[in-house]
């Protein structure tokens, strides 16, 4: 939240810099030893991962974006497999929604950084297919909630 919130006061630099620390962090031994061994996946990262990706697309370093995005989808995917284990039961329903929020919105980012740089249509098609079965994929979740809710 502090990257976005610099971000969006005009400083570009220190959100910058906050958005590295994170992605930093998750290859260091605060991101790779966890409690739980790899059941839980930290999905903190992937805010680092979007927001140094869309900063670096404003700068027109869509090559750059795109490795930033594709880290994020690879963390993403992983969460978004086992977002309904029971290790995600007592995740709170706003976190989930922000998370499926951020997934969406890492994809849209990814496709204009692939359309920038003339990405292969192959290309561009495999991350909205991704996105069409993320979306699917939430739709099946709210029906199941409201299903459970009664």
Known sequence: HLGDALLAVGKTQ???????????LEHAPYGTVRAMG????????????????????????????IKHLADADALMRLYWSRRNTLSYAIMPQEKRE???????????????????????????DAVAQEEAKVRQDHAKDQATQAGTAL
Request: hydrophobic content about 40%; aromatic content about 10%; glycine content about 4%.
């Open 14 to 24: 220190d959100a910058e810099n906050i958005y590295r620390i994170m992605t930093e």
């Open 38 to 65: 790899d059941e839980l996946v930290e999905t903190e990262f992937v805010y680092g991962q979007v927001g140094l990706a869309e900063i670096e697309m404003r700068q027109g370093q869509d090559a750059e974006a």
């Open 98 to 124: 922000a998370l499926y929020r951020l997934y969406l919105r890492m994809l849209s980012d990814w496709q204009q950084a692939l359309r920038q740089t003339h990405a292969s249509a192959s290309v561009l």
